[in-house]
């Protein structure tokens, strides 16, 4: 099978729509595929990955941890925007350390997160030949 | 051209069924390919037989079942995302010992690998929903 | 590579149509589709930022969507209006989609 670029769009906040939680799930699933998969977050969407989530007393699953997994899956590229951090009041410390272990240099830790402008963010999607947004 | 289309939004809750349902059409009308239409969150709900609108509203779960019927459609419904809401075809019932399904003819439910695979097989995917 | 923007959402309730005015690139094409329509009428506090927009980017609006909501004749001129076949079409001879949705 063919290796395409693949986005996922996340712009909506965590527990009030299931739109981040079954987003992510799809994410995993992608995993399979052997794609060269982005993960994009703009808008609301930067509150998925916020650190300190606790979801205990509302009864909903906090599937937050499930990011710091992806990139055991090889999912390393979590494009976040800064517009959308400092509209919100947040910084880069406000979210949760994802690292992945990169194969090509010794499996030295490195950051999954990269901080883009904009103008990144729209030059990161203009490469991409699938987009899903959720 | 080959297209994937996914539907994100239950019928009658919100346009993006209608929306999805009318770009279907179109896309076959103007002699591209549907490769695979797949429904996630709940838009499941567009694959159940069980509905039943007022007399004068139109019929949404049935024309998909009538559009798949006329072209070939492969229309998908996520597993876990059906499992979530009650969607079930009769193996699937049965599975979970369960006294009933709902699946209107023409779907078929199965995994999330579907879409993924959708995106690399078409060459054009779309994305309804909310 | 050019990218067909879909947006759904009404700029006066949501931040998607600002958030996909804000990363389409000059040479792509923006389709207001479902509730987005009331982004092509003219005079509106956000006809502005369309026709900026404008400037280096094709604007599309489904016209079913116009005429359900009875804006028809009231939008700003150099916006395209399509049926679903031209919403087709935009799909097909862009080499990308985006739903901002």
Known sequence: ?134 | MKYTIMVNEGPYQHQSADTALQFARAVLEKGHEIFRVFFYHDGVNNGTRLSVPPADDRLIQKSWSELAEKHGLDLVICIAAAQRRGLMDADEAKRQGLDANNIAPGFRISGLGQLVEGGIQSDRLVVFGD | MSMLHIVNKSPFERVAFESCLAHAKAGDSILMIEDAVVGAVDGSSFSGKVKAAMSDKTVYVLGADLAARGLEGKVMDGIVSVDYAGFVDLTANNDTTQSWL
């Open chain 1, 1 to 134: 099978m063919s290796t395409k670029n693949f986005l996922f769009v996340n712009r909506k906040a965590p527990y009030g729509t299931v739109y981040a939680l079954e987003a992510l799930e799809v994410v995993l699933i992608s995993a399979a595929f052997e794609q060269n998969v982005s993960l994009a977050f703009i808008d609301d969407g930067v509150y998925q990955i916020t650190k300190g989530q606790n979801s205990k007393e509302t009864g909903m699953k906090n599937f937050s941890p499930t990011f710091r997994a992806l990139g055991d899956y090889d999912i390393t590229k979590l494009y976040v925007s800064t517009e959308s951090l400092a509209e919100r009041g947040l910084t880069v410390d406000d979210l949760m350390e994802l690292t992945y272990e990169d194969a090509d240099d010794d499996y030295a830790e490195k950051p999954s997160i990269i901080l883009v402008n904009r103008e990144e963010m729209a030059a990161m999607m203009a490469e991409q030949e699938v987009i899903l947004s959720f």
